[in-house]
């Protein structure tokens, strides 16, 4: 009896103690596992929507619940009020082409009041300004060499090349992203650009919930719910608070915002446009899993890694789904979908397996199901996947780049042409 004792004993340690092996990233379409996609159109109790006002009245508030409860995590929705401080870095800006401006958004609720940053660069002289919303990473200096923008003193990931110390952003970091920001382009294209640092709003790293905008939306000292706010919610309320600004701002035309991302930035401006209609047209580069990626191919990165690696990104709920993907009640198809009529823009890379260039692509053909009840969709723009550098200018829009992952100055070009022509005067 002593020896079975010990023996179970042994067992259960071992079990506890022994996580699930995550397996190797799958970058073989052939071992991509079946797998039958949940119906955007087919309500949970089991009715066919067959036109936009059902769409509208019954299933998108559904797949938004559904991705609120069980992925994303709570948009917060507790009352707050926000003030803006302006100040005018240069109105010569890009010999004379722009004006640039730092904004400070005081964001106050019940709980207690917080600030950020905010870059905000548009054409100089023009009104009625249609402008890109997106957040960075950094901080708002790696836009530019400029002197007079404020270095963040957020927390920020550590780098081996001068751009950090200590986890903070040091005068190494000036510019260091301009790249990814081709500023002259999109100003000479008509468009305004309003950013923010990601780490102000949040912190990204498991910290409990417990610094950044977090604790002006829930108090902190209660035991979380599964289903509570996670990074990447917390993160889309950003996009929305500079929407707050933008719509009451002389020079944005606030029906022409435009909400974009690269990488787990694109999973959170897909996110903030499902939740913030105030945004016309959204646009994800490089999202992959999580953001555009079809989460049941299990192809480059997987919720199991990814929830692995960032468990706080998603909601606790989230987790159960790891090593259950088909048990999913949705897929990323259902997000894209949520945008509709809206128009919405993916962009993969060639050399960008880890964030299934393919599935992002099928994803986007699956949500125009719901693209299609409304007039003048043609679907069969979508029909086939692309070749490098052959956009799909839908208004579920789509190109793959050869490269590496990353934004360049070829898709801002895409982007820009795409809005023009969905949004355009």
């Not at 106050?108 to 548009?122: A, E, P, W």
């Not at 707050?244 to 022409?256: E, G, K, Q």
Request: glycine letters at 8%; a negative charge; charged letters at 25%.
């Amino acid at each position: 009896m002593r020896f079975i004792s010990v023996f179970l004993i042994i067992f259960l340690f071992i079990n506890i103690s022994c996580e699930r092996k995550i397996p190797e990233a799958n970058y073989d379409e052939n071992r991509v596992p079946a797998y039958t996609l949940p119906d955007p159109l087919l309500t949970e109790n089991g009715q066919l929507v067959s036109n936009p006002a059902e769409w509208r009245s019954l299933r998108r508030t559904e797949i938004l619940h559904q991705f609120e409860q069980e992925m994303y995590g709570e948009y917060p929705e507790l009352p707050y009020s926000i003030s803006f401080k302006e100040k005018i870095l240069d109105s010569n800006y890009l010999h004379n082409r722009a004006v640039i401006k730092e904004i400070t958004a005081s964001v106050s609720t019940d709980l207690g009041s917080r600030d950020f940053n905010i870059l905000y660069i548009f054409p100089r002289g023009k009104k009625d300004v249609p402008v890109f919303v997106g957040m960075n990473f950094m901080g708002n200096q790696i836009l530019d060499t400029l002197k007079s923008i404020h270095i963040s003193d957020a927390w920020v990931w550590n780098s081996k090349d001068g751009k950090t110390e200590g986890n903070r952003a040091v005068e190494g970091s000036r510019g260091t992203g301009m790249s990814r920001w081709p500023l002259t382009t999109i100003i000479d294209h008509g468009y305004g650009i309003a950013t923010a640092y990601y780490g102000e709003i949040d912190p990204d790293f498991d910290d409990g919930f417990k610094n950044g905008f977090h604790p002006l939306f829930r108090d902190t000292t209660l035991v979380r719910e599964k289903s509570s706010t996670a990074s990447i919610s917390m993160w889309a309320k950003g996009y929305s608070f500079i929407a707050d600004y933008l719509i009451h701002d002389s020079i944005a035309d606030p029906t022409r915002l435009i909400a974009i991302g690269h990488s787990r930035l694109g999973k959170v401006a897909l996110w903030a446009g499902a939740c913030d209609e105030r945004f016309s047209a959204v646009v994800a580069n490089n999202s992959g899993c999580g953001g555009a990626a079809l989460s049941r191919r299990e192809y480059g990165e997987t919720i199991a890694r990814i929830n692995k690696s960032f468990p706080h990104w998603y909601c606790d709920e989230f987790k159960k789904y790891s090593f259950r993907v088909n048990r999913l009640p949705f897929d990323q198809h259902m997000l894209l979908a949520l945008m509709a009529p809206r128009p919405v823009y993916v962009a993969s890379a060639t050399d960008d397996q880890w964030a299934d260039p393919r599935g992002e692509f099928l994803a986007l053909q699956a949500a125009g199901e719901v693209y299609a009840l409304y007039p003048g969709y043609p679907a069969d723009e979508l029909a086939a996947m692309p070749l490098p550098e052959q956009p799909i200018q839908a208004k579920t829009g789509y190109h793959l780049r050869s490269g590496k992952h990353d934004i360049t100055e070829f898709d801002w070009v895409m982007f820009i042409n795409w809005v023009d022509k969905w949004l355009g005067e």
